[in-house]
């Protein structure tokens, strides 16, 4: 007598034709087109934001909820790299510290013109080493830890360039 469709036994037959495991998770693939495309992106906003890279070593825009502060941690022939850090308007103001993003260290790679944040509150690497994406892992990153991270920073610079003010001293003439 023949065996149903559908059946255990053809099932298990079946899978170990194709060699496939139900419930199997499919091996994770980074989107490298995609995240070099926020990098890139990333890039230009930073450059917005960071007029005269070469000579300056901070800026200051005020947000409407608090500060940005940018600092250069590191200067290189192909690298620069910079701390982005958000605090409350006011400095007693602890109402908003939880709204604040962590401070973002990011990587300036000049000659590719990419950025990249390489530290997130302090830990990084981001996403690991990158050659074990085993999940759960001690620091509970995600397969795509960095590009959610690059991503945040995407949105985060574009949220500055829409909505922050340069704080600019002005040189004063006087008698």
Not at 50 to 79: C, I
Request: aromatic share 8%; net charge neutral.
């Amino acid at each position: 007598m023949a065996v149903p469709a559908g059946t255990g036994r053809s099932k298990a037959i079946s899978q170990a034709r194709t060699g496939a495991r139900e419930g199997a998770k499919e091996r994770y693939r980074v989107d490298l087109p995609t995240y070099h495309a926020d990098c890139d992106a990333n890039y230009l906003r930073l450059c917005k934001l960071m007029p005269e890279l070469a000579s300056n070593q901070s800026w200051s825009y005020q947000m409407p909820d608090g500060t940005l502060e940018v600092a250069v941690l590191e200067r290189s022939r192909y690298t620069t790299e910079v701390c982005l850090h958000a605090s409350p308007l006011k400095s007693g103001d602890r109402g908003n510290k939880w709204l604040m993003p962590p401070p973002i260290t990011v990587r300036l790679y000049h000659d590719a013109r990419m950025a990249e944040v390489v530290a997130v509150d302090g830990q990084g690497p981001v996403g690991g080493d990158g050659l074990n994406f085993s999940y759960p892992n001690p620091a509970m990153h995600n397969e795509d830890e960095r590009q959610q991270v690059n991503r945040y920073l995407s949105e985060w610079l574009a949220h500055c360039l829409a909505n922050g003010r340069a704080e600019v001293d002005l040189p004063f003439r006087g008698s």
